[in-house]
């Protein structure tokens, strides 16, 4: 056996093992918060869906890798790897292997149904839960089935025993498909899906260094967390996640498309469009998209200026003009949408109707009032607003970079005159003007304007900031405040957006040294904690979905920044 290095390890518990473009993933996660004593293949087609049960007939200890995932014990082994996006093989000696339903359970509207295909041998589940056939197809050994074909509540499953060496390949289709062919040596898949993956962290992390040792494990997560395009998703998209999380929220979106930027210029253009595929008729972005789902019950925070601007510096290919007219088409409309569908009459600042608006679901800013004029929106909009001052001049449309440029002169000066108290930015009420103040981070997130805010209001805000830094990062409420909580989403923990744009802001404010502390205790965090949703802001421990994107994005991005930034080392 050739010995292939097949990337970086990791824990299953933690990273789900898949495969870039595949919609399934192997890992224990079967639901949210929730993991089953087995790995499964779970399918993330219309929804998160635990669909076969892999169950070895001893005890094993598990590794993973980016190309191998291993099943171990003192008298043998199992591996699995990919064959492309809808197939893994497993191959095992001296442990034998059941492949069981997820559901014991077969109604006429859910559950897994087996049965035993004569046209070309093989054993096939249905899922009623995804939509798709399992097809399980031996290579070499010896296959028997229990339940197939049998009704309502009873085990079904394929047997692999120990006795003897066995190989096979389970398929995920839809409704037909030719015999598995079974001409590549496992060896041979195990070592191209490590040179693809090795690819893409040459591309994506070229810059890595001992110093930035999570690299190639952020770059992982990026990497196998993507899918093809199917149902509601018509681009390739990176998911949050594949286990809960999974799908494209419309402000993640944007750290994932930063970091591919310089690697994939096409992947990470279509991660930024993908909300924008679904704007509704008002302009507005849905808050969500999934394989088979989108939602607009809430919107989220228009970061997409912000945004833009370093996706357009990091791209490494230039917009054509048509392009560049279609995004402007798309960002006008997105942003009409806040000035025209969520300002107040005679009101120049625009409002959420709900912390869910913001991304920042539960935040103490929201504690008061829900339908508020938040100062992170405001500066937000300004920075869009800008962007398509700046859009509407290359594309030659004068009228309207005057337009822009009036309203953000108008949002700016209410900005500032109304939600500054002299001390900090408040929020307040979209119906009284009643302004409430609080200890959220939120409130500090004006900072992403950098130089265009006063040199005193600046200073503020970074004075302000020292409050929530605990030695992990930015704490989303001060580790003091009566309203912390360690794990209490954004009443507390430490997460990745806020730690980009603050630390950006402050940076191009001039505040290096804070910005510069800022990201070395979150790229610390990373490398101690992995990439979980959010951290525990007082031990930095990884809290609620273990393998989110964003994160990993967010790592990259500062480490990347932070490699560039280091002096060159000598040459003799």
């Avoid at 006795?163 to 079974?182: F, K, L, M, N, T």
């Avoid at 310089?262 to 849905?286: K, N, R, Y």
């Avoid at 302000?464 to 030695?471: F, I, M």
């Amino acid at each position: 056996m050739t010995v292939v290095r097949t990337g970086p390890t990791f824990s299953i518990q933690e990273i789900p093992f898949s495969y870039h473009g595949s919609w399934f993933s192997i890992s224990p996660v079967v639901a949210a918060h929730t993991q089953a004593p087995e790995l499964h293949l779970v399918s993330h087609q219309t929804g998160m869906h635990p669909v076969l049960r892999l169950t070895p007939s001893a005890d094993t200890t598990v590794t993973a890798s980016a190309a191998l995932l291993t099943w171990r014990n003192r008298t043998g082994l199992i591996e699995l790897t990919y064959d492309g996006r809808d197939t893994v093989r497993l191959r095992g000696r001296g442990i034998g292997l059941r492949i069981s339903a997820a559901q014991a359970t077969l109604t006429p509207f859910s559950g897994t149904y087996l049965f035993h295909d004569p046209v070309d041998d093989s054993y096939v589940f249905t899922s009623y839960e995804t939509g798709r056939r399992y097809r399980v197809t031996s290579l070499s050994g010896h296959l028997r089935a229990v339940g197939a074909e049998a009704l309502g509540t009873v085990e079904r499953a394929v047997e692999l025993p120990a006795e003897h060496p066995w190989e096979i390949a389970v398929e995920e289709y839809e409704s037909a498909r030719r015999r598995y062919p079974g001409d590549r040596h496992f060896d041979q898949l195990v070592g191209s899906v490590a040179a693809e993956f090795a690819s893409f962290v040459d591309r994506l992390a070229p810059w890595r260094s001992s110093e930035t040792p999570a690299a190639e494990l952020a770059a992982y997560v990026l990497w196998s967390a993507t899918v093809a395009p199917a149902g509601f998703l018509t681009r390739p998209a990176v998911l949050m996640s594949k286990h809960w999380m999974n799908k494209v929220w419309s402000w993640d979106h944007c750290f994932n498309a930063l970091a591919l930027a310089e690697a994939d210029a096409d992947l990470a253009w279509h991660q930024f469009h993908i909300p924008f595929d679904h704007q509704d008729p008002t302009g507005a972005l849905p808050d969500s998209v999934a394989h088979s789902e989108v939602l607009h019950n809430y919107v989220k925070p228009p970061v997409h200026g912000w945004a833009l601007r370093q996706l357009r510096q990091r791209l490494s290919r230039p917009l054509p003009r048509d392009e560049l007219s279609d995004l402007y088409r798309r960002l006008t409309r997105w942003t009409t949408f806040w000035l025209d569908h969520r300002r107040v009459p005679g009101h120049q600042l625009p409002h959420y109707q709900h912390g869910n608006d913001s991304g920042w679901d539960n935040a103490t800013t929201f504690d008061g009032a829900r339908t508020i004029e938040a100062p992170d929106l405001a500066a937000l909009l300004l920075l869009q607003l800008y962007q398509l001052a700046d859009l509407a001049a290359e594309l030659q449309l004068p009228e309207e970079v005057a337009q822009w440029s009036r309203t953000a002169r108008h949002v700016r000066g209410e900005l500032l005159s109304e939600l500054w108290d002299g001390q900090r930015f408040v929020a307040r009420s979209a119906r009284t003007g009643q302004p409430r103040s609080s200890a959220s981070l939120l409130d500090f997130m004006p900072i992403v304007l950098g130089t265009d805010l006063p040199a005193e209001v600046s200073a503020g805000l970074a004075g302000g900031l020292k409050r929530h830094l605990t030695a992990h990062g930015l704490a989303t409420e001060p580790v003091d405040s009566p309203h912390y909580a360690a794990d209490g989403y954004w009443r507390g923990p430490i997460w990745a957006p806020a730690t980009v744009l603050i630390e950006d802001g402050l940076r191009r404010a001039g505040h290096v040294g804070l910005a510069d502390e800022i990201s070395h205790r979150f790229r610390a965090l990373c490398e101690k904690s992995g990439f979980a949703e959010n951290f525990d802001a007082e031990t930095g421990a990884g809290l609620r979905d273990r393998a989110y994107t964003w994160t990993a994005s967010s790592y990259l991005l500062l480490a990347a920044a932070h490699e560039r930034r280091r002096p060159a080392t000598p040459t003799h």
